[in-house]
């Protein structure tokens, strides 16, 4: 059974500094693609970034490039995201994903960024 857990979030001013990490269990995941996306209230789930393990390779929105960064373990189960330069509008629950055929969803997190 695929579980996705994250942590990390909270509460943090403009122009703060959040870690988000996500730990997956239940197999093998070096074939995945794994990253994050976002809700914020009445809006619909974006995508925000995500590293594809088999290519090395990583890709972000456009409206968060520059600011957030992320990155993976070696044991290619935990991704990380380090979001810096935070605005208000970055403030929704944070999801992590992991694709392949399917994909499978994380609880959430939430991000609140405080003007």
């Known amino acids: 059974q695929v579980q996705l857990v994250e942590s990390g979030g909270g509460l943090v001013q403009v122009g703060g500094s959040l870690r988000l990490s996500c730990s997956a269990s239940?197999?093998?995941?070096?074939?995945?693609?794994m990253g994050w996306f976002r809700q914020a209230p009445g809006k619909e789930r974006e995508f925000v970034a995500h590293?594809?393990?088999?290519?090395?390779?990583?890709a972000y929105a456009d409206s968060v490039k520059g600011r957030f960064a992320i990155s993976g373990d070696n044991d290619k189960k935990t991704v990380h995201l380090q979001m810096n330069s935070l605005k208000p509008e970055d403030t929704a629950v944070y999801y992590c994903?992991?694709?392949?055929?399917?994909?499978?969803w994380g609880q959430g997190t939430q991000v609140t960024v405080s003007s």
């Open positions: 994903n992991a694709h392949l055929v399917w994909d499978y």
């Open positions: 239940g197999r093998t995941f070096s074939s995945y693609t």
């Open positions: 590293i594809v393990w088999s290519a090395g390779s990583t």
